[in-house]
């Protein structure tokens, strides 16, 4: 089956992705795909039934270029004419047998991964140490560094960059936090004086109590005071009555 691009696709110049997995390529080429997809920065032909890239549009701002499962044995200078930004190429299950193919993909200085997976070429002995140091200017080969680690997952990647810009915005909706911080250090200086002040006024009111407690305890004493004068002088005023007659019984005696 033959697919063909809709004429009114071609009026939306700011198209950045595009998928036409599992369509059928005529004479090597998908109708309507041509120049007009300037700002294309992903391109996905998986299983079109490619076998050359000599009829591929230029598209100058092209970074990931999905290839796989097609026929394509050689030819792979075009893509540094047209496709001379890709970051990532996928030509995995292909009909590339031999290095000599992939030298081509040297003029690509800003790729950083290559997948040939499913490729002939990868039952060569030394087939990874040959393709990183043929193609220097790679990190990722079949989704492995040299070093054996896994490649991050690109989807992965939009995520977080998302979330950090979600972030980012959420801060500037929030303001800047000194504001925050000001506020919070005058409710706490308020809360700080309050203290304060119910503590100096606890502390007056049971001083004045204290003082009250004193002036009471003075009255009590003074009264206790007084009415042990009066019971010595009731005492002496009776030694004074008895005085006379103790002296008349004494003289009679």
Do not use: H
């Not at 001379?84 to 996928?90: D, K, M, S, V």
């Not at 690109?154 to 810009?165: I, K, T, V």
């Not at 203290?195 to 004045?208: H, I, K, N, R, T």
């Amino acid at each position: 089956m033959v697919v063909e691009l809709r004429s009114d696709w071609l009026s939306c110049p700011k198209v950045t992705e595009l998928v036409l997995d599992n369509c059928r390529s005529s004479n090597g080429e998908i109708e309507g795909l041509n120049d007009s997809f300037k700002e294309l920065e992903f391109l996905s032909m998986a299983n079109v039934e490619l076998s050359s890239l000599a009829k591929l549009p230029t598209l100058s701002k092209l970074r990931k270029l999905e290839l796989s499962d097609n026929i394509i044995s050689g030819g792979l200078e075009v893509l540094a004419e047209r496709c001379p930004n890709l970051t990532y190429l996928n030509l995995s299950g292909n009909k590339i047998k031999d290095l000599g193919t992939v030298e081509a993909l040297q003029n690509l200085k800003n790729l950083k991964s290559l997948d040939l997976f499913n490729c002939e070429i990868t039952n060569l002995e030394d087939y990874r140490d040959s393709i990183f140091e043929l193609l220097q200017q790679i990190t990722y080969l079949d989704g492995f560094d040299q070093e054996d680690n896994e490649a991050p997952d690109s989807e992965e990647d939009d995520d977080e960059e998302g979330d950090e810009e979600d972030d980012d915005e959420d801060e500037d909706e929030a303001g800047p936090p000194g504001e925050y911080e000001e506020e919070d250090d005058e409710d706490d200086g308020g809360s700080d004086l309050g203290e304060g002040e119910e503590e100096e006024e606890v502390g007056l009111s049971y001083l004045m109590k204290e003082e009250i407690q004193d002036e009471d305890d003075d009255d009590d004493y003074v009264e206790e005071g007084g009415d042990e004068e009066e019971e010595a002088g009731g005492v002496r005023g009776e030694k004074r009555k008895r005085d006379p007659e103790d002296e008349g019984e004494e003289e009679e005696d």
